[in-house]
T-cell receptor, first 115, second 113 residues
Framework: NAGVMQNPRHLVRRRGQEARLRCSPMKGHSHVYWYRQLPEEGLKFMVYLQKENIIDESGMPKERFSAEFPKEGPSILRIQQVVRGDSAAYFC?????????????FGQGTRLTVV | AQSVTQPDIHITVSEGASLELRCNYSYGATPYLFWYVQSPGQGLQLLLKYFSGDTLVQGIKGFEAEFKRSQSSFNLRKPSVHWSDAAEYFCAVVGVSNYQLIWGAGTKLIIKP
């Protein structure tokens, strides 16, 4: 049973370009969470999705960031018109249900560098 | 608001020595607490978790943690560290949302030969 798969592992974008980060949850998991880790900081919650639904996007910046988890295929975190401050590690986690009573399994992250 | 504090940014211990990493949380109800480890360039691996019951929980790789409600703490311990334990350790608590993890800033563990 493969774990949470994120790709790419490393992504370099020039300022103003778009970044697309992909996350395939573990088999049988229908809940996906995205977190951002800025340098020298802990992770910060961004968004919680179930299939075709955004449950909580309270941690997402209001502009340029969007996330989806379609019926088929991976979850996508999309950052439009990237800026240097978007450089960070983005982690995806999945769980079979909400983490209460269970654990969320994390991918290896995508390290975004904006140049 | 919920918060997690890891007071030590870096800790250096000699190989074979004992280890304690501190974690304090702020949360009104009974918390769900986690310790994760992040090796350089790697993802996050769950070491152990506390939901209820016995306040001393055992995890993988020889780690354990003790939940102390009176001190709002969930410190991670290991009796004898190995060079392969060098990594960054994160404490986290599930917030009132029941799914959102609130994270500490992490403690980097350095092992001296």
């Amino acid at each position: 049973n493969a774990g949470v798969m994120q790709n790419p592992r490393h992504l370099v974008r020039r300022r103003g370009q778009e970044a697309r980060l992909r996350c395939s949850p573990m088999k049988g998991h229908s809940h996906v969470y995205w977190y951002r880790q800025l340098p020298e900081e802990g992770l910060k919650f961004m968004v919680y999705l179930q299939k075709e639904n955004i449950i909580d996007e309270s941690g997402m910046p209001k502009e340029r960031f969007s996330a989806e988890f379609p019926k088929e295929g991976p979850s996508i975190l999309r950052i439009q018109q990237v800026v240097r401050g978007d450089s960070a590690a983005y982690f995806c986690a999945s769980s079979p249900s909400t983490p209460e009573g269970t654990e969320a399994f994390f991918g290896q992250g995508t390290r975004l560098t904006v140049v | 608001a919920q918060s997690v504090t890891q007071p030590d940014i870096h800790i250096t211990v000699s190989e074979g020595a004992s280890l304690e990493l501190r974690c304090n949380y702020s949360y009104g109800a009974t918390p769900y607490l986690f310790w994760y480890v992040q090796s350089p360039g790697q993802g996050l691996q769950l070491l152990l978790k506390y939901f209820s019951g016995d306040t001393l929980v055992q995890g993988i790789k020889g780690f354990e943690a003790e939940f102390k409600r009176s001190q709002s703490s969930f410190n991670l311990r290991k009796p004898s560290v190995h060079w392969s334990d060098a990594a960054e350790y994160f404490c986290a608590v599930v917030g009132v949302s029941n799914y959102q993890l609130i994270w500490g800033a992490g403690t980097k563990l350095i092992i001296k030969p």
